[in-house]
């Protein structure tokens, strides 16, 4: 009996959570997972369905529906859906679904209140796990050039480092990703991580710099121990430019000794670095300290550049499936979306998505059109064009060097400059 009350209170803690946060996609996706728990699977249906509203991009969200349908027996119904996810993810076949759905049928015990709400999160974490692990270029829309350009200069040389010696061509040191925010450096350095077969460890700010004198040397040098100890091992840096910020406008000396640890970890002094590759990500490659971008350090630097029209049209096409729709114009909507991001499509169909959804609140249900797709163009913008015009700033007045050249090729191809 204690047991059924501890469930009942669980469900209304969450609930309440819920009204106070209604746009946490994680603790919705808690909540479907305890729903089904206790063999809700109508209401857990409309919780996953909102989820998948919200984030339609989000793979999660539409294995949960899938789960919900199984359970409702919806076979049909929980295939399309799992397809959804997989188109996302790269998920590999049926049995992934089939052992989810084990997982998610009730217990004949009650579940203590910890347990249930750990349970749940633990699931969801492991579906995002799975997408992450089988994450590769082949998942990646568009952007041929750039992996072929990756794979020469950073796999491959990984992969066969005998073959690349006997040219004299190395594969120690760093590769720096860099370009316009929300175009993908994370997804390809996890992807890199994947096609070279290596573990792969992500370092954030957070992770290094702290308060006490010292602690972010320490931090950073730990994580360097850590990948030679996981060997193969990826090491990925994001925003380097807060790690490694030129040491001519660091203001405070901490942020110099951050630097000098970091390039004593990337020459490996005293250390062996062979089997880790270390990649890193700005947006800010101009503040980054000029002694990292040395022979041996990230002497190699790739610029990621925002999708061209077909990976647009793509990109489309993959993040409209299942949602409805009358006959849309992909090619024309993805060459209106010229210097859209990745994550400024996501947007532009969420905008679009309101304007149909309005309708449908006022009785005239319909799908999404070329109108609402307009409307959405009409309040939103590319995100990567400040981007643009900073680096374009920085090829005319402090690229002598070379260093950008291949944002000036891609600047004078869009007319930029």
């Given at each position: ?227 030679r100890r996981d060997a193969p091992c990826v090491l990925f840096f994001d925003e380097l430019d807060a790690l490694a ?99 400024d499509i996501d947007g532009l169909i969420e905008l679009a998505k309101e304007s149909a959804l309005a309708d449908g ?57």
């Open positions: 009996m204690d047991g059924g009350r501890e469930e009942i209170d669980t469900m209304k803690e969450l609930e309440q959570a819920l009204l106070r946060a209604p746009f946490d996609h994680g603790l919705r996706q808690t909540y479907v997972q305890a729903l089904l728990e206790q063999a809700r699977a109508p209401d857990a249906q409309a919780q996953a369905e909102l989820l998948c509203q919200q984030q339609p991009g989000d793979a999660r969200g539409w294995v949960l529906q899938a789960l919900c349908q199984l359970r409702q027996n919806r076979h049909e119904q929980a295939m399309s859906d799992y397809e959804r996810a997989r188109s996302l993810t790269g998920f590999e076949p049926e049995q992934e679904l089939e052992h989810l759905a084990a997982q998610a049928l009730p217990r004949e015990s009650a579940t203590p209140k910890l347990q249930l709400v750990a349970a749940a999160s633990a699931r969801v974490q492991a579906i995002q796990q799975v997408a992450e692990d089988k994450l590769r270029f082949s998942s990646i829309v568009g952007m041929e050039a750039l992996k072929k350009t990756i794979r020469l200069k950073i796999i491959e040389p990984f992969l066969n480092p005998g073959l690349f010696q006997r040219f004299r061509m190395g594969s120690g040191g760093g590769i720096l990703l860099y370009g316009p925010p929300g175009c993908g450096k994370t997804m390809l350095a996890r992807a890199v991580a994947n096609e070279c077969k290596a573990g792969f460890i992500s370092v954030g700010i957070a992770d290094v710099l702290a308060m006490w004198m010292g602690e972010s040397e320490r931090n950073l040098a730990a994580m360097f121990e850590r990948a910020y030129a040491r001519s406008k660091a203001a405070a000396s901490s942020a110099r000794t951050v630097v000098n640890e970091f390039l004593s970890q990337l020459d490996g002094l005293g250390r062996d670095n062979k089997g880790v590759l270390v990649l890193a990500a700005t947006n800010m490659p101009w503040d980054v300290d000029d002694a990292m971008k040395r022979p041996g350090r990230f002497s190699r630097q790739v610029f990621v550049a925002p999708p061209d029209a077909a990976a647009r049209a793509e990109m489309l096409r993959i993040k409209l499936l299942g949602v409805p729709a009358d006959a849309l114009d992909l090619q024309a909507l993805a060459a209106r979306a010229e210097h859209y991001s990745g994550a609140l006022e009785g005239r249900e319909r799908g999404l059109n070329m109108t609402d797709f307009e409307l959405a163009f009409s309040s939103q913008q590319p995100s990567t064009l400040e981007w643009l015009r900073t680096v374009r700033n920085v090829v005319r007045y402090a690229g002598e060097d070379g260093s950008f050249k291949e944002v000036e090729s891609y600047l004078k191809k869009a007319k930029l400059l």
